[in-house]
């Protein structure tokens, strides 16, 4: 359901067809987010509606899908309701009706005729506990920075992570550029000299960006070194840290309150570089796939895609799966490309391989590429005016809207080996709906994540090789690097945490950033 146009559709993904899409289901209703729709097959009808305006507002209305596809108007809802509107609501198998659960209280729907909410008592009343935030409602209360949050969750034994991570993290070359003429212009000459630049973080190296070689660096050559490193993964450039993806992970992951960071869904470069730096720090974090269809993708449903490794199992346990998701047995994939198969000697992704000094190792998968994939930006077939920064962006709509509007038919794909975030060993594989199998043998010179990738449409998460027992140290830069994303996030965002947050948030960003500073003293440049 479409609650910014009140538009009714079905995807079938057997099919990868739409067979319905129709307006004129939300009447009266206009610019709804946030909306929700539960199937109940013991009533064969689904119940709908819900979520917030632009304006805030939250919309309590309720509609009843009947097996027509016409629809008839249900009784407000009690309490606001919808995706993180407080309110969860699922269908009863035994009854057919629906239960919508929040704010300390349960209520059920039943959906006959016109529709009557009952508030249920005794026994059916939730344990007190059973709220999202303490003392919190779904708009009021909550913590104005997600360390707090992401505690809570861990408390209870969730598994966490980032959604729409790369929004924030794309690179403004001009506002970079000012940061570094602000923080490293000591003289005041609208230039950085190499004396000057010394102990600051560049985007790239001086003798990169000083394309004059006249020994400084002016503002156009700093700004073009910014907006080229912001098309190469890895990169060095700060990001803006403004937005509402993966803004914090630095800390929380550094606190061991992170799990996962999300990708497929934003633009490919900013969501691994970022993924890439952290765990070159040697902290465990994984990917995860992620469509938010139709809020950041508006494509299609399954856009960005997890796969969890299970082994042979009779029926998926959702719980083994998230295991498995925290654990990085898996790769992300767009559905059109796949690594079957993954092994370094022997271990599976999500596996540590434990080597008693450097040596090499051999490296197996088995990868999959479909004949036919949607020729656009979020599958790389295209790249976007914007060039390579934007690849595998599902949120604007650089190319046709349909994805069905052009295929890109066969051809190779090219399948990427990386070791700390670098290509170390490459093979092109034919796309052609057939499994291959490919091999390396790489040396590994002191304790590394290897992983495997198709840009912008593969990755799986890594084994981890640790060597002689050390920990991944892997780049010192790559620890400068995310010292200094919490410190953009302080200036970005520091003054927006509530007041009476502000002293324990800034506190706790102070000793993240003195743990990658220690980290980067202990790595190798």
Same mark, same amino acid.
């Given at each position: ?183 490293? &212009?000591? *003289?005041? !000459? +609208?230039? =950085?000299?190499? $004396? #000057?630049?010394?102990? /600051?973080?560049?985007?790239? %190296?001086?003798?990169?960006? &000083?394309? *004059?070689? !006249? +020994?400084? =660096?002016?503002? $156009? #050559?700093?700004?073009? /070194?910014?907006?080229?490193? %912001? ?295």
């Amino acid at each position: 359901m479409n609650g910014a146009f009140g538009t009714l559709v079905a995807y079938d993904p057997l099919a990868d067809k739409w067979p319905i899409v129709k307006g004129g289901y939300m009447p009266g209703v206009t610019g709804v987010y946030d909306n929700l729709m539960e199937y109940s097959a013991g009533k064969n009808c689904a119940v709908y509606g819900g979520g917030n305006n632009f304006k805030g507002v939250d919309n309590l209305k309720m509609w009843r899908l009947n097996a027509d596809h016409s629809f008839t108007a249900m009784p407000d809802s009690p309490r606001p309701i919808g995706v993180s509107r407080g309110f969860q609501f699922s269908d009863e198998p035994v009854t057919g009706n629906f239960l919508a659960c929040g704010f300390g209280e349960l209520w059920e729907l039943n959906p006959d005729d016109k529709g009557a909410w009952t508030k249920q008592t005794g026994a059916r009343v939730p344990p007190a506990d059973l709220v999202i935030i303490p003392n919190s409602t779904s708009t009021k209360g909550w913590p104005t920075w997600t360390t707090p949050v992401l505690r809570w969750a861990k408390s209870q034994g969730a598994i966490t992570g980032y959604a729409h991570s790369a929004s924030g993290l794309q690179i403004d070359p001009a506002a970079a550029t000012k940061r570094l003429l602000v923080d490293f &212009d000591k *003289d005041g !000459d +609208g230039k =950085l000299s190499r $004396a #000057e630049v010394k102990n /600051a973080l560049l985007p790239e %190296a001086f003798e990169q960006s &000083d394309t *004059d070689k !006249d +020994g400084f =660096l002016t503002l $156009a #050559e700093l700004e073009a /070194a910014h907006q080229r490193a %912001a098309g190469r993964l890895p990169n060095l450039a700060i990001p803006e840290l403004n937005s509402v993806g993966a803004q914090e992970i630095f800390v929380t992951t550094a606190q061991g309150l992170c799990d996962f960071i999300s990708a497929m869904d934003t633009a490919r470069i900013p969501e691994w570089n970022c993924w890439y730096h952290i765990m070159n720090c040697g902290f465990p974090l994984k990917v995860s796939g992620e469509t938010d269809f139709p809020c950041m993708s508006g494509s299609r449903v399954g856009q960005g895609r997890v796969y969890v490794q299970l082994g042979k199992v009779e029926r998926v346990d959702f719980t083994e799966w998230c295991t498995g998701l925290a654990k990085g047995r898996s790769y992300d994939s767009d559905g059109y490309a796949h690594a079957l198969a993954f092994t370094v000697d022997g271990k599976s992704a999500g596996h540590t391989l434990e080597l008693a000094k450097p040596g090499k190792v051999t490296v197996k998968a088995k990868v999959a590429f479909a004949a036919e994939t949607p020729l656009g930006i979020a599958h790389g077939g295209d790249l976007p005016r914007e060039a390579a920064a934007w690849s595998g962006d599902t949120v604007t709509l650089h190319g046709p809207k349909n994805p069905d509007e052009a295929r890109r038919k066969g051809g190779t794909r090219r399948v990427e080996l990386i070791v700390n975030g670098n290509v170390v060993a490459g093979e092109d594989v034919p796309a052609d709906d057939k499994i291959h199998d490919i091999n390396f043998n790489v040396p590994i010179e002191r304790s590394s994540w290897v992983a495997l990738r198709h840009f912008p449409q593969m990755h799986t998460n890594p084994v981890t090789v640790r060597v002689a027992g050390q920990p991944i140290r892997a780049s010192k830069e790559s620890a400068l690097w995310c010292a200094a994303c919490i410190e953009q996030l302080w200036r970005a965002r520091g003054k927006a945490i509530r007041a009476d947050e502000r002293e324990t948030a800034h506190a706790t960003f102070r000793k993240a950033i003195e743990g990658y500073r220690k980290i980067a003293a202990e790595a190798p440049k």
